[in-house]
C-alpha cells in the first residue's frame, strides 16, 4: 500500500472524520483517512435511488444547530436549503404533533383543555417545554391525567419498540429529545438554522475532503493498519507519533476483550410509491402500533419536485445480531456506559490516539453536535 509518509491518520469519513481531515490539512498537515464503507458521508450518505429520489440510506437526517461556528464552517462547503422539521405521531388513526403542544391537549381533553393549559402554565411558570418524567413525577391530579395520556400515548411503546428497554431503565437524556411544548409551537426541532444541504449530504462531505493533503481510502478498516502497544500506536508496524482520530467503536478497538457494547441497530425498508405523495408530513411516527417506529417521505425533506414518484422509509430497530449489523444508538442505560467506561480507561496512557463522535464516545450526538466536537478537536491539534 502506498503512502504512509503521513502526520494524521483517521479512522471513519462520517462527519467526525471528515471535519477534523478539513481542518487539519488546512494547517498544512498531511492527513490520511481509513473508510471501511465504499462511500464517505458515514450515516449522513445520501444519493439518488433507482426511483430518482434522493434518498438518505442511513435514515433520514436534518441538520440543526444554533452554534454559529458550525454553521459558518459547513456553509464554506455547500448551499442550503431551509426545512422545518414537522412531525407526527399516528395515534388511534389521526395525527398528532410530536413534540405533544398545547394543539394536541385542546384536541384530546376537549372541554377540560382550558383549565389544564392554565395548570401547566401556572405550575410551570417561565417555561416553555417541560419533560415527561417532570410531569410524571408532579404531585397533581390534573397534571397526572395528561402526563398519563402523554406517556401512554407518545412514550411508552414507542421507547419500547426504538430501545428494546423498558423506559424507566434508560437514561433522562432520551426523554429530553422530544419536550412537551407550553403553547402551540408544532416543530419538531427549535434550532435557529433547520437546513438540508442544497445538492445533498454526500455533496458536502466530497466539498469537504476535497483538498490535496487530504487521502481516503475506501473499503479499508483503519483497525488492518492501527495498533496499539504500552501507550504507544503503531501504524503498519511502524511507531506513529502522529495525531490518530479514531470514529470507531471502542469495543471492537479493543477486539471486544469486555464483552460486546450494546447498540441497537435499524433495518430500513425502503419502498418507491408512483404518486406525489405517500403522506401529508415528512416524518410519521407510530407510537401505537406496528413494528417500525416511523415513515419517512424524503421528498419533504429534500424538497424535490419530481412528479408521480417518491420513496419513503420505514424504521424497524431491533438488537444487534451480525457482524454486519451497523451499530446506529448507544442503549442508553447505566451498564452500558460502565462497560464503555472500562473501555475508555484502557486508553488512559495513548497520548496521540483521540476518540471522536457517537460510535467512539458512546453517545448519541446530533451532526452538529459531533461537528462542534471535531472542530475544537482540530484547533487542539493544529501545532
Ligand atoms: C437513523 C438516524 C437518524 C439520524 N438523524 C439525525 C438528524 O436528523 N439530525 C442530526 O443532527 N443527527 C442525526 N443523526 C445522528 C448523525 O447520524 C450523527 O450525529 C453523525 O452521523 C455522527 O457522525 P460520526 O462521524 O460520529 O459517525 P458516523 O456518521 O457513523 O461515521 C463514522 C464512520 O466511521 C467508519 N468506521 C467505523 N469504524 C471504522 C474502522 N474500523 N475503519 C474504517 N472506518 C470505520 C464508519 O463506517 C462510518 O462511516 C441520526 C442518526 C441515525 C442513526
Known amino acids: 500500500m502506498e503512502n504512509f509518509d503521513v502526520d494524521v491518520v483517521i479512522v471513519g469519513a462520517g462527519f467526525a472524520g471528515a471535519v477534523t481531515a478539513r481542518k487539519l490539512a488546512?494547517?498544512?498537515?498531511?492527513?490520511?483517512?481509513?473508510?471501511?464503507?465504499?462511500?464517505?458521508?458515514?450515516?449522513a450518505y445520501d444519493f439518488i435511488n433507482d426511483n430518482s429520489i434522493l434518498i438518505h440510506l442511513y435514515g433520514p437526517h436534518i441538520f440543526h444547530t444554533n452554534d454559529q461556528k458550525v454553521y459558518n464552517f459547513l456553509s464554506r462547503f455547500t448551499d442550503w436549503r431551509e426545512y422545518k422539521h414537522q412531525v407526527v405521531?399516528?395515534?388511534?388513526?389521526?395525527?398528532?404533533?410530536?413534540?405533544f403542544n398545547f394543539d394536541v391537549l385542546e384536541k384530546v381533553f376537549e372541554?377540560?383543555?382550558?383549565?389544564?393549559?392554565?395548570?401547566?402554565?401556572?405550575?410551570?411558570?417561565?417555561?416553555?417545554?417541560?419533560?415527561?418524567?417532570?410531569?410524571?413525577?408532579?404531585?397533581?391530579p390534573d397534571i397526572n391525567k395528561i402526563a398519563t395520556y402523554i406517556y401512554e400515548n407518545y412514550y411508552f411503546y414507542y421507547s419500547t419498540k426504538q430501545w428494546g428497554e423498558h423506559f424507566s431503565s434508560l437514561d433522562n437524556s432520551i426523554f429530553k429529545r422530544v419536550p412537551i411544548y407550553l403553547s402551540k409551537k408544532n416543530y419538531y426541532f427549535e434550532d435557529n438554522?433547520?437546513?438540508?444541504?442544497?445538492?445533498?449530504?454526500?455533496k458536502l462531505f466530497e466539498n469537504i475532503l476535497d483538498h490535496d493533503l487530504i487521502n481516503v481510502k475506501l473499503k479499508t478498516d483503519g483497525l488492518d493498519f492501527i495498533s496499539l502497544k504500552s501507550g504507544k500506536v503503531y501504524l503498519k508496524g511502524e511507531l506513529?507519533?502522529?495525531?490518530?482520530?479514531?470514529?470507531?467503536?471502542?469495543?471492537?478497538?479493543?477486539?471486544?476483550?469486555?464483552?460486546?457494547?450494546?447498540?441497537?441497530?435499524?433495518?430500513?425498508?425502503?419502498?418507491?410509491?408512483?404518486?406525489?405523495?405517500?403522506?401529508?408530513?415528512?416524518?410519521?411516527?407510530?407510537?401505537?402500533?406496528?413494528?417500525?417506529?416511523?415513515?419517512?417521505?424524503?421528498?419533504?425533506?429534500?424538497?424535490?419536485?419530481l412528479k408521480n414518484k417518491t420513496t419513503i422509509v420505514?424504521?424497524?430497530?431491533?438488537?444487534?445480531?451480525?457482524?454486519?449489523?451497523?451499530?446506529?444508538?448507544?442503549?442508553?442505560?447505566?451498564?452500558?456506559?460502565?462497560?464503555?467506561?472500562?473501555?475508555?480507561?484502557?486508553?488512559i496512557n495513548y497520548h496521540n490516539f483521540?476518540?471522536?463522535?457517537?460510535?467512539?464516545?458512546?453517545?448519541?450526538?446530533?451532526?452538529?453536535?459531533?461537528?462542534?466536537?471535531?472542530?475544537n478537536l482540530s484547533n487542539k491539534l493544529k501545532d
Not at 437546513?195 to 454526500?202: R, S
Not at 457482524?323 to 451498564?335: G, L, V
Request: proline share 4%; hydrophobic share 30%; glycine share 6%.
Open 26 to 43: 488546512e494547517t498544512g498537515k498531511k492527513v490520511l483517512v481509513f473508510e471501511q464503507r465504499n462511500h464517505i458521508g458515514g450515516n
Open 193 to 202: 438554522w433547520q437546513l438540508i444541504p442544497a445538492a445533498g449530504y454526500t
Open 111 to 140: 372541554s377540560d383543555s382550558d383549565l389544564l393549559k392554565e395548570k401547566l402554565l401556572e405550575v410551570f411558570k417561565n417555561r416553555k417545554k417541560v419533560f415527561i418524567n417532570e410531569l410524571l413525577e408532579f404531585d397533581d
Open 314 to 347: 420505514k424504521e424497524y430497530p431491533r438488537e444487534l445480531e451480525k457482524e454486519t449489523d451497523i451499530p446506529y444508538y448507544p442503549i442508553p442505560t447505566k451498564e452500558s456506559r460502565e462497560l464503555y467506561f472500562k473501555y475508555q480507561e484502557k486508553l
Open 89 to 99: 405521531a399516528s395515534i388511534k388513526g389521526e395525527k398528532m404533533s410530536i413534540p
Open 240 to 305: 506513529f507519533s502522529g495525531p490518530v482520530i479514531y470514529t470507531g467503536s471502542l469495543d471492537k478497538l479493543f477486539n471486544y476483550e469486555y464483552g460486546k457494547l450494546k447498540y441497537r441497530t435499524l433495518d430500513f425498508k425502503f419502498e418507491n410509491y408512483n404518486k406525489n405523495h405517500f403522506q401529508n408530513y415528512g416524518v410519521v411516527n407510530y407510537t401505537l402500533d406496528q413494528d417500525y417506529t416511523r415513515i419517512t417521505e424524503y421528498k419533504y425533506l429534500t424538497g424535490q419536485k
Open 354 to 375: 483521540f476518540c471522536l463522535g457517537r460510535l467512539a464516545e458512546y453517545q448519541y450526538y446530533n451532526m452538529d453536535q459531533v461537528v462542534a466536537k471535531a472542530l
